[in-house]
């Protein structure tokens, strides 16, 4: 009998280019955003899913939120998703993804969007008059 001979190339063992949790979280993104676009709750307009990091053992899920909603209102958004949306939530996570193991979902507020809205309020409320006065930059 004739060995065959393999010219195939070795598949990476560890490395891939788009590592599968990295994969998991858009395609977990995209599943949390349709869902809650589709509860017609007042209490959640303007609602955006910024991000969703998986760990790696699969075990949970932090879906970070964006509202435009006042930051004193934050306890009540996280504790309304927490208390009437998480079940059906993983429930259709386990549906639409068909994994082995659906990831517990928690919510959190993405500290990115905050930081970078107070950053542009300050920019904003400075008041540069820069070229107005011929100072720096000036040529002669």
């Known amino acids: 009998m004739a060995q065959r001979s393999d010219k195939r190339r070795?598949?990476?063992?560890?490395?891939?280019?788009?590592?599968?949790?990295?994969?998991?979280?858009?395609?977990?993104q995209q599943i949390v955003a349709?869902?809650?676009?589709?509860?017609?709750?007042e209490q959640l307009d303007l609602l955006t899913v910024t991000g969703v990091e998986?760990?790696?053992d699969l075990n949970k899920a932090v879906v970070w939120i964006s509202t435009l909603a006042d930051e004193s209102r934050d306890t009540e958004i996280l504790g309304l998703l927490v208390e009437r949306y998480?079940?059906?939530?993983?429930a259709e996570i386990a549906r639409s993804a068909r994994l082995r193991k659906t990831p517990e979902v928690t919510f959190a507020f993405?500290?990115?969007i905050r930081t970078g809205a107070r950053i542009e309020h300050i920019l904003s409320s400075l008041h540069i008059e820069g070229d107005d006065e011929g100072g720096e930059g000036a040529t002669e």
């Open 110 to 112: 993405d500290p990115a």
């Open 34 to 41: 349709e869902y809650l676009e589709r509860i017609d709750d």
């Open 86 to 90: 998480r079940k059906p939530l993983q």
């Open 54 to 56: 998986v760990d790696a």
């Open 10 to 28: 070795p598949r990476p063992a560890t490395k891939r280019q788009y590592p599968r949790t990295a994969r998991l979280n858009t395609l977990l």
